[in-house]
């Protein structure tokens, strides 16, 4: 009698310990945040990230580091938005006035944002012409390459498509100089050319024949810098220099590790990213200056790689992005013109895109 | 952990997969299948660190009867199948042919707008066959399926790309068991099976977003296992010895999956030699004493680009009794120590990148347990087991600069919680209930340096609390039932940050169903709303899940 009656307490307790449960359970459910985001600090002068996100996360977001008083905002523009998400595989801005142009490739969509505070102005759809990679302006013009294998021309003003036209396979690295727009097709790995577009015509050119895989395009003056990333098995890529008026080859200059992205230093000077780190090249003479600059272990000591690079003319300093393991949030590490680390700051996921608005 | 740990076993075959090392599902139909066991941790005849799931098909019950019926849902989903079972003395004979297509264009919400899934289609059709020979010492076996899927890959949903993909997958599969099960004395048995599992794979991708060079690609898939094992009773001692040798090979391996690289075949041989035991001791002080053991040998040889040889010992121990003063109460232990090895996908997916060199997942576990059945108002049972995992070298996909995802080793993980299940069957099963928590405690404990904030953080995907609710009643001809999942909050980014996670969820499925009889045909109505609340929620982020379907089932049994 007595055991049963204990059996019977037991399950009793047992109950109110299942409705609590059961209770808490309906309450764990009701507890989403509703934190409010951050207030956005107006920018001034300012470095800016375009961060692209895990592939297919719906998670690219802007950072921001401010020149002058070092403050250093995620998120931007998810946060200047209420909440609204940037999108899936964010790869360039261009800033253009007030205005910035960000092209968010897997979400089919080119936001255009004020550069004060990146809140929305407007956005052009691209899922008609495909997922837009690089972009450029020029005047009152916007030139953008897409997977679709199109350069797109819109007005940067009205936000409206212009015109399009079929170039090489999966055009990225876009650049303007003499009055040509040069493209850069890297057909996933598999394209050998650039593809030359008349501004004014908005007609082909010429297709120039470069190393395997040209991944991208800077511009000084008349002279065109193509990079090519080469193949994956051997890793030779090389740096291509063209002359934008006559459109021939100047000059070439191999660099190992698969060459990527590069940004343009004085004197044509350039910093190009390699599987092993800051290649600094002197483009006037087409000749290495230092083979590694910055240790893309230094900057990466995770994948010992570097994702993004943007150098700062003004400050003579390099920022470089540091996508850790491509998962969770990285950083961009700034490094002075002697290869130095001078700090870092945060940014998000893989950032990919650093620009300076001044 | 993740489904590659998880040993699946078709009628007694071992089918896990060369390339994922799963099972693909969807070549299988529910409704051909008798029985599905999940033994939790490790069998007696396998050690395996995500358990193993053993399924049953195959006239199971020696029935003799005629099945048809059908059923359709509210994403215009249509199934039809039809099913014959008999059975006379020492033979038994079965097989199911089932049909389904849909255009699958379920509703979701994706930041705040109600869309139609696209490219969600598929068409299937299964048939299968057995036939039994069974005597009271010997069974002979044999089973096989054959599986068509057409279906479209719908892709992730992103910000202004709800069609990410415009891809279409097709397989064929066939797979055929034989299995011979015989007595040799009353403490001898000796089980022994054949299988041969052959899948074909086709992908057309027509706007080039999966394959980069070309617009189809096909692969196929062999796999030929053989098993044996002899147990030995002898009083409370039993004793198993067993052997298996699986020789599968895959071809266009990489350029299926990479969608980059030209056709190679990869070949891999595993063998297996296992010895298990489990003895029941008798004692003074306790009810039950049950100590078992095990060790499997596990060599592979494998050729793809180059030969290698890998060999590993896993073990395991266990400790089960029930005390004298608590007879309807067992309290169990066991630790184990086990391998997987990468899958022909995690290890030669992208040859550029040089993944060749994943090492295989290395798994201890140490579980304690309690387990103590009741009788108030009806049966009842309630288990509780704290687990503990060490792991070592798992397997993650990580994506790269190129945008794609390959799969790195995470050197360090931990994992522990707790599992509690309570069931009961009140007023003579006229009302059963149970529920079942989680608690998963799992971390990244290897930092590869202070840069890294995944240290300590929780595994992707991994939410901290998942609850399971579900109750039937049962009046007369009716059956009412009522299953709800709660799953936490989980993280698809592994720094933890609260803007790359998911929101926690909470689904409830309702069902009733009314069997009547029209002179001997049985007939049973079925009506299922599936999360019938229209929670709108993630399993994998991007993928979003379809909000409340209807569906309605018609069976007819002669």
Known sequence: ???????????????????????????????????????????????????????????????????????????????????????????????????GFIAVTVSNKIHIVEMRDFTSVDSIDFTTFGSPVKLVTSGTNGYVTTLNSLLVKFDISSYSVLDTISVGFKPEG??????????????????????????????????????????????????????????????????????ATSLNIIDTLIISKNPGRLALGDDKELYVINGNGIVHV????????????????????????????????????????????????????????????????????????????? | MSSENTLILFNEARVNDLRTGSFDFSTLELYAIDKIEYVKNNSADNISAGGVLKITSGNLDNQNSVNIGGMVNSNLTQKYFGSISYSKNNFSFGSNYIRSYSPNEYNYIFE?????????????????????????????????????????????????????????????SWLSIANVNYSISNNLVFVSTLS??????????????LLIDRNSQSSTFNDLAFSSKLTYKFRKLNILLGYNISDSNVDSLTTYISG???????????????????????????????????????????????????????????????????????????????????????????????????????????????????????????????????????????????????PRNISKIKSDGIELRFEQSLFHSLFNWEILYTYTNARNISAVSEDDKTYNKQIIYTPLHRVNLNGSLNISDFRFSANSSFVGKRYFTPDNTERNSLAPYFLLDLSASYQFNISTIE????????????????????????????????????
């Open chain 2, 112 to 172: 705040g707008e109600k869309l139609k899934r696209k490219n969600a289609q598929y068409s299937k059709t299964f048939v299968n066959a057995d036939v039994k020979w069974s005597s009271t010492d010997f069974v002979l076996k044999f089973y096989t399926h054959y599986s068509h899927l057409s279906s479209g890959l719908p892709g992730f949903v992103v910000t202004n790309n709800t069609a990410s993909s415009k891809a279409l997958n097709l397989t064929n």
């Open chain 1, 174 to 243: 876009i650049a303007i100089s003499d009055g040509k727009i040069f493209i850069a097709n890297s057909g996933y790995g598999v394209g050998t050319t650039v593809t030359v577009v008349e501004e004014s015509t908005f007609r082909i050119v010429k297709n120039i024949n470069v190393k395997l895989n040209p991944t991208n395009v800077v511009s000084d003056g008349n002279d065109v810098f193509v990079v090519s990333t080469g193949s994956y098995s051997d890793g030779i890529g090389m740096l291509t220099k063209i002359d």
């Open chain 1, 1 to 99: 009698m007595k055991k049963t009656r204990n059996k019977t307490i037991c399950v009793k307790v047992l109950n109110k310990l299942l409705f609590l449960f059961i209770a808490s359970t309906f309450f764990l459910i009701g507890c989403e945040s509703t934190t409010n985001p951050p207030p956005i600090v107006e920018l001034n002068k300012a470095v800016i990230v375009v961060n692209e996100g895990g592939y297919g996360q719906n998670n690219s977001s802007i950072s921001t580091y401010s020149l002058e008083d070092k403050i250093v905002q995620t998120d931007v523009y998810y946060n200047a938005n209420s909440k609204k998400n940037l999108g899936a595989s964010a790869n360039d801005i261009v800033i253009s006035g007030e205005k």
């Open chain 1, 282 to 358: 002197a483009g006037a003479t087409m000749s290495i200056i230092n083979e590694t600059l910055v240790p893309a272990s230094d900057v990466n000591n995770i994948y010992f790689s570097i994702n993004a690079v943007g150098y700062d003319r003004d400050a003579d300093l390099l920022y470089l992005g540091n996508p850790k393991d491509y998962q969770q949030n990285g950083e961009i590490a700034i490094y002075n013109s002697s290869g130095n680390e001078e700090g870092r700051f945060d940014a998000g996921i893989s950032p990919r895109a650093i620009v300076f608005k001044k």
């Open chain 2, 523 to 558: 007939n049973i109505f079925t009506i299922n709303i599936y999360n019938i609340l229209d929670e709108e929620y993630f399993i994998i982020q991007s993928y979003p899940m379809p909000l409340k379907t209807i569906s309605i089932n018609y069976q007819a049994r002669l």
């Open chain 2, 260 to 406: 980059i690289f030209s056709s190679t075949t990869g070949k891999r041989t595993e063998q297996n030699i296992y010895t298990s035991a489990n003895c029941l001791i008798p004692s003074k002080y306790l009810e039950e004493l049950n100590i078992s053991a095990g060790i499997n040998y596990q060599l592979i040889n494998e050729d793809i680009y180059n030969k290698l040889e890998h060999n590993y010992l896993s073990y395991k121990i266990g400790l089960s009794f029930t005390p004298l003063f608590a007879k309807d109460t067992e309290i169990l232990t066991s630790f184990s120590s086990n391998y997987r090895h990468p899958t022909f996908n995690e290890k030669y997916y992208s040859g550029f990148f040089g993944n060749s060199g994943l090492k295989g997942e290395e798994y201890k576990s140490l579980n304690i347990g309690i387990n103590s059945k009741f009788n108030i108002l009806g049966k009842g049972e309630i288990e509780i087991t704290y687990f503990t995992i060490w792991g070592n070298n798992r397997i993650i996909w990580a994506p790269t600069i190129l945008a794609i995802q390959i």
């Open chain 2, 196 to 209: 041969y599992h052959n899948q074909f794979l086709e992908m057309e991708d027509p706007q080039n977003q």
